[in-house]
């Protein structure tokens, strides 16, 4: 529990941020902030699509308004990260590959997992906080079809929208309360991510031992 305190603490100044832009801006305020975070830019939704609620509520903008915004720039964020995977894997393979243990060859295990998997990676995604911050980078890296990818990730992003909005629009002047509550699912997800990485680890790290016995006989 202190952890997660400290966690929210840290993110509260970009809350307010969140909340001073959609605050001025109104609906331009949600197209620049849910953009970068759509681009691999930790800016949390919830504080910018819950406020964004609120002010429906206020009768600043219409409901749709400001979901069809919102989704809007997740997907123009989401082809930022998508160009920055789909152009840069060759220097990544080139410049860091070593560095990072990249090889041509894990580059083709991607291509092949997105081309089997990419379409329900992209859309489901988009409903989890976090991991839909990052999913347009691994999508270019694998040079997943732009059209198909800029469909599924503008339809995997309405749901997530519009659910915040929604909430923020019925609880009213009570929406801070329901992004307190949304920051420990954002953990949760966290953890599960981490604890993913760390067994993937250890059964890299296990093979490499295997391997030269393996060799050996």
């Known amino acids: 529990m202190p952890v997660l305190l400290v966690l929210a ?4 100044p970009i809350v307010e941020f969140a909340v001073d832009v959609v605050g001025d801006l109104g609906l331009w305020g949600i197209f620049l902030l849910m953009t970068p975070e ?5 800016i949390p ?3 910018t699509m819950l406020f964004a609620g609120f002010n429906v509520s206020e009768g600043r903008y219409s409901l749709w308004a ?29 410049k860091h590959g070593k560095a990072l243990h990249i090889k041509r060859s894990h580059l083709e295990w991607a291509d092949r997992w997105f081309e089997r998997y990419g379409a329900y990676a992209v859309f489901f995604s988009r409903m989890l906080p976090i991991v839909r911050t990052f999913i347009s980078l691994p999508a270019g890296v694998a040079r997943m079809p732009f059209w198909s990818f800029s469909v599924l990730t503008f339809l995997g992003c ?3 929208v519009f659910a915040l909005t929604f909430i923020g629009k019925q ?14 699912f ?20 296990r093979g490499r031992r295997a391997r030269p016995v393996a060799d050996e006989a």
């Open 38 to 42: 759509s681009a691999c830019i930790p």
């Open 186 to 205: 954002d953990y949760a997800v966290a953890a599960i991510i981490v604890l993913g990485a760390a067994y993937l680890g250890f059964r890299w790290w």
């Open 45 to 47: 939704s919830e504080a």
């Open 158 to 160: 309405i749901p997530w």
């Open 66 to 94: 400001a979901v069809l915004v919102g989704s809007f720039a997740n997907l123009v964020g989401s082809w930022i990260a998508y160009a920055i995977g789909y152009y840069g894997r060759i220097e990544l393979l080139e």
């Open 9 to 12: 603490s840290l993110t509260d």
């Open 171 to 184: 609880v009213g002047d009570r929406w801070e309360d329901w992004k307190d509550h949304l920051h420990y």
